[in-house]
């Protein structure tokens, strides 16, 4: 997953680097709101945010939400990624510089997901999907005025449709299982297609050998030796899918 993240990441940020700067269009503007990108979103891109109109002294959360309403807070079930605690995932801003905020006065940048993990107080953990109408960008006052819903403004945001390819169909077992030392697995092309008809390239970074994969079209992986085995499914993305990347592990022993 960190190869996958880093990845999509470095992509993310060249295409947030060339986008248009485009008005959103708010489902509700008591702040004024500019993203540089709102539809044809991919995984992990990174979007500009101005803002304007923010009062003086106050500050304002902006998170990316699940199917978000004005008025609705976490203990109202509101449902955005990570938390204030988790760096990156949202963006405090202040117009009064408070310690830890970034200033509502400049140009902040966010890094969106096409899908993203809850856990409940339960510890059950649901996996929210965005797509291309269950997303928004919540603008929402902070700490200091979190009741008061004057501020509320959310923006809708669309992703490119997401493509995948089963193990099972390709016949690799579950990501995380071993694999015996010696061992190889063979794929044809005819199975390599991800669920939007696009083709499927096998490929491994492993330095150490532990595993390796040959092939242009049909590929062979062979499990040489005991290790960490690291394979990456990779997909091209069109104007409207979003680009697959799959990096799965297994144990060889």
Not at 18 to 27: G, H, L
Not at 153 to 161: D, E, M, Q, R
Request: net charge positive.
């Amino acid at each position: 997953m960190k190869n996958k993240s880093m990845i999509r990441a470095a992509i993310a940020l060249l295409v947030a680097t060339v986008s248009i700067s485009v008005v959103a269009s708010p489902v509700s503007a008591s702040v004024g709101v500019k993203l540089n990108q709102t539809a044809k979103l991919a995984d992990l891109q990174v979007i500009s945010i101005n803002l304007s109109s923010v009062p003086a002294g106050q500050g304002v959360y902006i998170s990316q939400c699940f199917k978000a309403q004005i008025g609705q807070r976490t203990a109202t079930g509101l449902i955005c990624n990570g938390s204030i605690a988790e760096q990156g995932t949202m963006i405090w801003a202040t117009t009064d510089a408070s310690r830890g905020s970034q200033s509502a006065n400049g140009q902040l940048t966010l890094m969106l997901h096409s899908s993203f993990k809850k856990v409940d107080a339960n510890n059950v953990s649901t996996t929210y999907e965005c797509g291309v109408k269950n997303c928004s960008i919540f603008i929402y006052r902070d700490h200091r005025g979190l009741s008061d819903t004057a501020l509320d403004t959310i923006v809708p945001i669309k992703f490119l449709l997401t493509q995948d390819v089963a193990l099972t169909s390709l016949g690799l077992k579950k990501d995380g299982a071993k694999y015996v030392a010696g061992s190889s697995v063979s794929i044809g092309a005819s199975k390599l297609v991800t669920t939007k008809g696009q083709a499927v390239v096998v490929t491994s970074s492993e330095t150490r050998s532990i595993c390796t994969t040959t092939g242009t079209s049909s590929f062979t992986i062979k499990f040489r030796k005991a290790g960490i085995c690291s394979i990456t499914l990779f997909a091209e993305g069109t104007d409207n899918l979003d680009q697959m990347i799959k990096t799965i592990t297994y144990i060889v022993k």
